[in-house]
């Protein structure tokens, strides 16, 4: 298990890598300079500015200098906002963007795998064609195009929910139901055919034999084992749902990462735009590193060595 866990450690730091480096060859790759829109400022000040912040320094150098800021998580300070830095940014904006996905994560795994459960049990059913409906929808319908119809609905037209900022339960609810309908439409697809599939395992028909309640097999039996497809894919929408949280956050006028990010990328603002893109693909692919521990340690049929395997 060891051995298993540095070799995938080792992969997580190679893939930081690799997205830290694409990240600052394409930001440099985009022509022009965070100072060019300065209007009224002379070529002096733009080449002291361009000074300040290192930008006049050789490639390799402003690259040296990103990777020491991200080993000593001081991502600088940002350009359009001298008075904060990236930082700052980060302590104001992560942890609503946090608070944001792990409350659609928690919606979207309980709601999906209920309306699974039921599906599966109600197999051919009338319920089972209404949950798969809603799932096909979840799936379908993008989560921006989602948020503004519950915005028009529900607080243009019936006037009962907020549509803006995030201040209190009831601004949670539309955001959140725009950002766990996806999700929830995939895990309930997948708990449902992991669920039909695990039904007709003969451990469960003995389980059957013997007289056990309905709510025993299906609880205690059947959903473990349903529920590892589930559980491998969490890393991914986890992934998907925060990162997500930035475009909701701007219809929403959620003050999250998503407004910092949007304008540094229209502000050309580098140091915001590295260290919300490494920050966050540091957080997600440590996510996914965690999920992959979790299911072979849930899995004992997981072979994590070689003389396991052979």
Partial sequence: MLGYILKRFVIMVVTILIIVTLTFILMHAIPGSPFNEERGTSEAVQANLQAHYHLDEPLYVQYLLYLKSIV???????????????????????????????????????????????????HNGLIDYFAMTIAVLGIS?????????????????????????????QHMVLPVLALATGPMAIIARL???????????????MARAKGLSPYKIVFKHALKNALMPVVTILGTL??????????????????????????????????????TTVFYSAFLIIMLFLVDIAYG????????????AE
């Fill in 72 to 122: 000593t998580f001081d991502f600088g300070p940002s350009i359009k906002q001298p008075t904060s830095t990236v930082n700052d940014l980060l302590g104001r904006g992560f942890p609503i963007s946090l608070e944001l996905g792990l409350v659609s994560v928690i919606v979207a795994v309980i709601s999906g795998i209920l309306l699974g459960i039921i599906a599966a049990l109600r």
């Fill in 141 to 169: 319908i993008p989560n921006f195009i989602l948020a503004t119809q519950l915005i028009q609905t529900f607080a243009v037209q019936l006037k009962i929910l907020p549509a803006a900022t995030w201040s209190s339960p």
């Fill in 191 to 205: 708990t449902r055919s992991s669920m039909l599939e695990v039904l007709t395992q003969d451990y469960i028909k």
């Fill in 238 to 275: 986890l992934a998907g749902i925060l990162t997500g949280t930035f475009v909701l956050e701007k219809i929403f006028a959620i003050p999250g990462m998503g407004k910092y990010f949007v304008e540094s990328i229209n502000n050309r603002d580098y140091p915001v735009i590295m260290g």
């Fill in 297 to 308: 340690l849930l899995d004992p049929r997981i072979k994590l060595h070689k003389k396991e």
